[in-house]
């Protein structure tokens, strides 16, 4: 197949760079013949009812690419297609002629967070079933190799992940969804701790050498603050040292055989 026509790849995708426009057709701007669908903006030529105030160029450009790269491929490209029922908005909905199941694209440039993917991710529960969904990525080796993981750990469907160097999909080589993936946006983020002596904070109370008293305790943003202090009243708990079972609690480590309590009995 030949490479798509430009009213092809603005009803794909809505937006053709001027970089692209010249490296697959050798046009310049002013080489187009502009039709009441285009509007030229921002170094882009847009398709009007997509413009959506020309935002996300990177982005855009990027879906784009795969479309150009792919579509001489026999890979079909579907319209515009709503929110999934659990939220999620993939960038296409493409078809083959040898897969099982529709395939959502996804692109990535590299700049969402390890939580946005968390995020997007969770968006797809329940797809499984349904769709494949494939990632063509923007970004080097590192990026690549923290996708992969991202994926591996979260994603609820069967998945691809491609550079966008060489965006090739393989209809029958998909990798497993995860086992188990655990909803709310911050359900696998470690809690830190954090400990205040006397009103003043110190990485390491065991450091101190002393007998301490947790008076108060604060959760907040995944975050535990630990209010502690010297006193008279301090014996009645367990000492903040390095073996002690009340550290191993709040450090997370598995010290001696049990946890104590404020009144220092094992539970």
Not at 1 to 29: F, N
Not at 230 to 244: D, E, I, M
Not at 250 to 262: K, M, N, R
Request: aromatic share 8%.
């Amino acid at each position: 197949m030949k490479t798509p026509t430009i009213d092809q790849v603005l009803a794909a995708t809505g937006y053709l760079s001027e970089e692209q426009l010249w490296r697959y057709y050798h046009l310049r701007p002013q080489d187009l013949a502009m039709t009441p669908e285009m509007l030229w903006h921002n170094r882009g030529l847009w398709h009007v009812e997509r413009f959506r105030g020309g935002h996300r160029l990177r982005h855009r450009a990027l879906v784009t690419e795969v479309y150009l790269t792919t579509a001489p491929l026999g890979i079909h490209w579907g319209q515009v297609m709503p929110p999934l029922p659990g939220g999620a908005c993939p960038d296409a909905i493409l078809t083959l002629d040898n897969a099982a199941r529709p395939v959502l694209l996804e692109v990535d440039t590299g700049k969402e967070t390890e939580r946005q993917w968390r995020q997007k991710l969770a968006r797809y529960q329940g797809t499984q079933d349904q769709y494949y969904l494939w990632v063509v990525a923007d970004g080097g080796p590192r990026r690549l190799k923290r996708l992969r993981l991202w994926l591996a750990a979260r994603a609820p469907l069967p998945w691809q992940l491609s550079s966008s160097a060489h965006p090739t999909l393989d209809p029958a080589t998909w990798e497993r969804p995860a086992a188990t993936v655990r909803t709310g946006e911050c359900a696998d983020r470690p809690w830190r701790h954090r400990y205040v002596v006397d009103g003043q904070e110190v990485p390491d109370p065991a450091r101190l050498g002393c007998e301490l008293e947790e008076y108060a305790e604060e959760r907040r943003h995944r975050t535990v603050i630990h209010y502690l202090r010297r006193g008279s009243r301090a014996k009645v708990f367990p000492r903040y040292g390095r073996n002690s079972p009340k550290t191993a609690r709040i450090l997370g480590e598995s010290v001696g055989s049990g946890v104590e309590d404020h009144d220092g009995h094992q539970r």
